[in-house]
């Protein structure tokens, strides 16, 4: 009965390692991310007229009857 070798699964197993990795940060490469999120939130704030108000919701179960 033959043996297995396995003598090429170390150079198999590193180079597909490499593998996933490289297409991992192709992959991640294409989206943009915001260096400080805290800044794009300010820009982004937009004004609207019920921002100052205050308002109450009321539930359906607890309207008198």
């Known amino acids: 009965m033959p043996q297995l070798d ?3 699964w170390l150079t198999t ?8 990795f490289i297409i991992f940060q192709l992959k991640i490469s294409k989206y943009d991310f915001y260096h400080n999120p805290e800044l794009t939130a300010k820009m982004l704030k937009h004004s609207t007229p019920w921002e100052t108000k205050w308002t ?6 607890l309207l008198p009857l």
């Open 6 to 8: 396995t003598s090429t």
């Open 56 to 61: 109450k919701i009321y539930l359906p179960l």
């Open 13 to 20: 197993i590193l180079s597909m390692f490499l593998a996933l």
